[in-house]
């Protein structure tokens, strides 16, 4: 009893609940035979990660998967299966066997993965909390802009020209080419 | 300490080639801009042009041993110099080849495709040159997902659109997994810097666990069995000039970036990467083989053995030793002019007749014998028959697995190289014995794409017998 | 007292595993792209917690966390660019209908 209750403090419970619903939605999200409910779902588990990260103190993370994940990737799902699908229209049925097989391997890869994490005895930090607390704006932008170790200037530098292929290509591949041929 | 505003971007100084890299592609982009409609045919000659420039300044560059930079993010040497010229290349030669398509059926998008080939190229370069797993997830992103646009390039064509989706989506889904992998690394190393990990790296299971992971995802991006599933139906549904691209370039930056991280991070446990690596590598060859034989379409039979040729890049890796490194580059470099020679040709071919079949090239020798000489030059290149460069790129890669005392493994490879021997003789058989109704008329080849064909004939011809490029290579080479 | 490292793997372990289930049984292609998303959520909880909790001296995983975050994004982009172009080709975006090109 005296382990349960060192546990059941509001931040704990806050994570068991924060836990179960990104499991259940997350679930829902992959097994649910309606394309547009599984959307919703996925909204679910994005916006309870960020209730994750927020019970971590990183807020600006938070943030971040808020505004990209929650507020534009799913939007631009949602966008595309408006455009794609009629709505509320079912996937095609996947036979059980299919399902079984997977299932097996998916199962047989969380106890595989779940033994070898418990056997390396992951240990907290100590001092874990003290050193969180000083993570602020100004250490991140740091961070996110120095030339120094531990600080990420390149690949923040890379992200850009990444970004930037990413949008000609999704235009070029998007553009409907029939409009073209008009002109 | 950081004073000033030069000490802040000195360390852009040692990254000559990628600067000049992105030069080129503000210049074509801003060259796309402003030629507009009509100046398509410049837009070409500019970007071809300001690219071959830098190729060769590329040859410039020389540092003598290994630098850092951004205190150890960025790392490079004369190796990965080299590496960064011989994309160069292929790049220049896929240009080439991929001119008369620019110039007919792409017409619209030609400025696109080649800024979109030029930043993956960029990210290419940055996962080659990584000293962090950052740095290394950022390139190898911008080497795969601008590709996964330019595999979708013929948007008329169903199968184009097909396997770009194939692409991307095993792309996504391989990089999450090999994330996974990174994750755990980090959790039981506690850096993301190659060298730190290599120090805390004592292989315990989770960091076995981790690391299978991550080579499950290196093993998707250079197609090795078993996750080689959206290979060939990705080659055959692409545009030919980015199949070509594809297979040589994509390929060789993701074997020589893998080749560095197993070398720089995991060398203290290198037993634990050799075996799985050894299983990886036998299957691959041979499924790639047994797969490639029953093949009518040449890109799908191009991408089968290309897989197995893959495998026997692993050859290289496996052996953990400069002479490893030495071979494993060496063969990249001489797989890239034979391979890029055959994909020319079939390029060529299929631009003015649209015939990719087997069958097609039945009695090819009897209208267009160039074109039938320089494919089978590239089939014996590919086969490994001497003296031709292919012969010595597999004899040095089978030394450095055998110097390891690997025998039973370069024993499998030998028979199978064998095996491989009967299914390129099969598309030389076509070309010169095979009696056709309706063979492919005599094509004329457009200037840019005979430049490429006159460059990769060379390659294979004379590559092989110039020492001086295999002994330059060793004397830069590194072990683990 | 705070919850243990342990558990937090469990929960990001299991969520990856319900991705790698969804994209070997989903056959909708936007449902396999929803599959990613929740395979890179569970490798940035992974991340996040590592460095909240094991090295909290630096903020490497942190980082990492905020770039496969815009990654995924250009990644679902392009994706999303890609489908519709398969749409506007085949009028269906289901797996089966896209499985010409096996000989």
């Avoid at chain 2, 460059?455 to 092989?464: A, M, P, V």
């Amino acid at each position: 009893m005296e382990f349960l209750t060192a546990y059941l403090t509001a931040n704990n419970i806050i994570f068991f609940i924060l836990a179960a619903i990104i499991l259940v939605f997350g679930f829902l999200s992959v097994t649910t035979t309606k394309i547009l409910r599984a959307a919703t779902y996925l909204f679910f588990v994005l916006f309870a990660i960020a209730g994750l990260y927020l019970l971590l103190t990183y807020e600006f993370i938070a943030a971040v998967q808020l505004s990209v994940y929650a507020g534009g990737i799913v939007v631009l799902l949602v966008f595309a299966i408006l455009l794609v699908k009629n709505l509320g229209e079912e996937t095609e049925k996947v036979s059980c066997q299919k399902k079984l097989v997977s299932a097996i391997a998916a199962i047989s890869g969380v106890v595989i993965s779940l033994v070898t994490l418990f056997g390396f005895g992951f240990q907290n930090n100590e001092s874990a909390d003290e050193l969180t607390a000083n993570v602020n704006m100004e250490t991140i932008g740091h961070t996110l802009m120095g030339v120094e170790k531990y600080q990420y200037l390149l690949p923040f530098e890379a992200a850009s020209v990444f970004l930037l292929a990413c949008i000609i290509g999704s235009v070029v591949v998007a553009t409907n080419l029939k409009k073209e041929d008009k002109k | 300490m950081i004073e000033t505003l030069k000490d802040y971007y000195s360390g852009f100084a040692i990254m000559n080639q990628e600067l000049t890299l992105v030069l080129v592609l503000i210049f074509v982009l801003l060259a796309d801009l402003f030629l507009g409609e009509k100046g398509k045919k410049n837009l070409q000659f500019a970007a071809i042009g300001s690219f071959a420039l830098a190729t060769i300044s590329g040859f410039t560059v020389s540092f003598g041993g290994s630098q850092e930079a951004f205190a150890g993010m960025y790392v490079t040497s004369d190796m990965h110099v080299l590496v960064k010229n011989i994309l160069n290349i292929g790049t220049l030669l896929v240009f080439f080849f991929a001119h008369y398509w620019n110039k007919n059926e792409n017409r619209n998008q030609s400025g696109e495709f080649y800024f979109l080939t030029l930043s993956t190229l960029l990210g290419m370069y940055l996962m080659v040159s990584s000293g962090n797993f950052i740095l290394f997830y950022i390139g190898l992103e911008t080497a795969s997902i601008p590709m996964a646009a330019l595999v979708a390039f013929n948007k008329k064509n169903r199968d184009s659109a097909e396997a770009a989706a194939k692409y991307i989506l095993t792309a996504a889904f391989s990089s999450g997994v090999m994330l996974f992998g990174i994750s755990l690394i980090y959790g039981s190393c506690g850096s993301l810097y190659f060298d730190e990990v290599a120090n805390a790296f004592q292989g315990l299971p989770v960091q076995i666990l981790a690391m299978v992971f991550f080579m499950a995802g290196m093993g998707f991006k250079i197609s090795l069995v078993p996750f080689h599933l959206w290979t060939a139906d990705t080659y055959q549904g692409a545009p030919t000039s980015v199949t070509a691209y594809l297979s040589v370039m994509s390929k060789g930056a993701a074997a020589f970036t893998f080749l560095c991280i197993l070398f720089k991070a995991f060398h203290n446990y290198p037993e634990i990467w050799q075996n799985i690596l050894w299983w990886i590598i036998v299957v691959t060859i041979t499924v790639g083989n047994l797969f490639a034989i029953r093949q009518k379409n040449l890109k799908r039979f191009l991408a089968f053995s290309s897989i197995s040729q893959a495998g026997y890049i692993m050859l290289g890796v496996i052996s953990g030793s400069p002479l490893g490194m030495t071979s494993t580059v060496y063969y990249i470099f001489i797989y890239l002019f034979t391979n890029l020679a055959a994909f020319g040709i079939i390029s060529n071919i299929e631009n003015q007749t649209g015939k990719v079949g087997m069958d097609d090239y039945n009695g090819l020798y009897g209208t267009n014998p160039k074109s039938a000489f320089i494919m089978t030059l590239a089939m014996f290149s590919l086969g490994g028959i001497p003296p031709f460069a292919g012969f010595f790129s597999k004899f040095f890669i089978f030394a450095a697995a055998a110097e390891q005392g690997q025998y039973l493994l370069v024993f499998i490879a030998l028979l199978n190289t064998i095996i491989s021997l009967y299914y390129y003789l099969l598309v030389v058989k076509a070309m010169f014995i095979n009696k056709s109704e309706n063979p492919i008329p005599t094509i004329k080849s457009d200037n840019m794409s005979i430049i490429g064909l006159g460059i990769c004939t060379i390659g294979i011809l004379i590559l092989g017998f110039i020492s001086p490029i295999y002994e330059y290579m060793t004397s830069i080479s590194f072990g683990m | 007292m705070n919850v243990p490292v342990e558990f937090y793997l469990v929960l990001s372990t299991l969520l990856f595993f319900i991705g790698v289930y969804g994209f070997i049984v989903r056959k909708n292609l936007i449902g396999i792209l929803m599959s990613i998303e929740l395979i890179l959520n569970a490798v940035n909880i992974n991340f996040v917690v590592f460095n909240r909790f094991l090295f909290p001296e630096k903020l490497e995983g942190y980082m990492y966390g905020l770039f496969v975050i815009i990654v995924a994004a250009a990644e679902t982009a392009v994706a999303i660019a890609i489908i519709i172009n398969v749409y506007r080709n085949m009028k269906n975006i289901d797996v089966d209908s896209i499985k010409e090109l096996k000989n």
